[in-house]
């Protein structure tokens, strides 16, 4: 009787133990935080670990894969402020997604990685001097690579910061910054500036084929400067709002006319934000997605939670789907 008494305790501390005590959290391991390789149809990347049901833009990967960066969207009293969001391989384990070191108190985003790996790129609302008001709310900054690490963050001055705000920079394998201006009148529009002796030079204004319009914003380069990705609103025309277009350039600068990538990539809703792998398998982007219509049902805490609450998601999808739409493509 003892020892069935005994028993007993053992299987009730057992089961106690096993409904107090979480499993202690599986590592996670392999290329792209151990995610299944998209085909040529989109899916969710990385779903609860970097898409869940807060908003999530803005994807960067290291050359050797092993350093993810996000921007993570926070909205507070009407306000929107957003954080460089990282997630690390360490000794082939991926580590919990952590606000990256140089950011977390001023409005950071946007970052993007040089094809090299040298140098990390980002948008900040930190003045470019101590102690000075910042008189254009965003500017854009980098990091240079160390042995440790990154190095403090820098702007990267004139004649890129310093007339207007400046948006989600992207570079070339030669040096050459892709970027969005926003003048006084609000429009935006799509600058590149050449890296020459190791400083840019004065911004030039990319041709009416992507600038049409009254803002164009958020575009990406490819590493070879052989296509764009530009979001862009079109009215009675696209997926619903804000829809990702691409545009190709010859090997004498001449820029295709934009074409949609379709409604299995866009969204009914905002689409704004555009990379590439590293390798340039890979095509990362920002989505909207609702799944519910929310004016119609009654909302439970599931809802609420879910990765397709409305909020910014990142998909990625084999970048065929892009490149197959090159008009200057050769026939094979």
């Keep these: 009787m003892k020892k069935l008494i005994n028993l007993l305790i053992l299987l009730l501390l057992v089961l106690f133990n096993a409904c107090t005590n979480p499993a202690e959290k599986e590592d996670i391991s392999g290329p792209y935080l151990g995610q299944e390789l998209p085909d040529t149809t989109p899916r969710i990347f990385a779903p609860g670990i970097i898409s869940t049901e807060m908003y999530e833009r803005d994807l960067a990967v290291s050359p050797d894969g092993k350093e993810i960066y996000f921007s993570v969207l926070s909205r507070n009293r009407g306000k929107n402020k957003s954080a460089i969001v990282c997630v690390k391989q360490i000794n082939g384990a991926w580590a919990n997604p952590e606000v990256a070191p140089f950011s977390g108190f001023y409005s950071e985003g946007e970052p993007h990685i040089q094809p090299d ?150 969204s009914q809703s905002w689409d704004f934000s555009p990379s590439l792998s590293p390798d340039g398998k890979y095509f990362f982007y920002q989505r909207e997605d609702l799944t519910i219509n929310i004016e119609e049902v009654n909302l439970n805490y599931q809802d609420l939670r879910d990765i397709h609450n409305g909020g910014g998601d990142i998909y990625w999808v084999d970048a065929s789907v892009i490149k197959d739409l090159n008009p200057f493509k050769e026939e094979e």
Excluded: H
């Design 117 to 266: 790996g040298q140098k990390l790129f980002f948008v900040s609302s930190r003045p470019l001097k101590e102690g000075e008001e910042n008189k254009y709310r965003n500017n854009i900054w980098y990091l240079s690579k160390t042995e440790s690490g990154w190095s403090d963050p820098k702007p990267v001055g004139e004649p890129i910061n310093g007339s207007g705000q400046v948006f989600y920079p992207s570079i070339t394998k030669s040096g050459t910054m892709y970027f969005t201006r926003r003048a006084e009148d609000d429009s935006e529009q799509i600058y590149r500036s050449k890296l020459v002796d190791g400083k840019y030079t004065e911004p030039e204004l990319l041709p009416e084929q992507i600038n049409n319009g009254s803002s164009k914003f958020n575009t990406f380069i490819s590493p070879d400067e052989d296509f764009l990705i530009v979001p862009d609103y079109r009215e009675n025309e696209g997926c619903g709002s804000t829809d990702y277009y691409v545009s190709f350039k010859d090997d004498n600068d001449n820029w295709s006319e934009l074409i949609n990538l379709g409604c299995e990539i866009n």
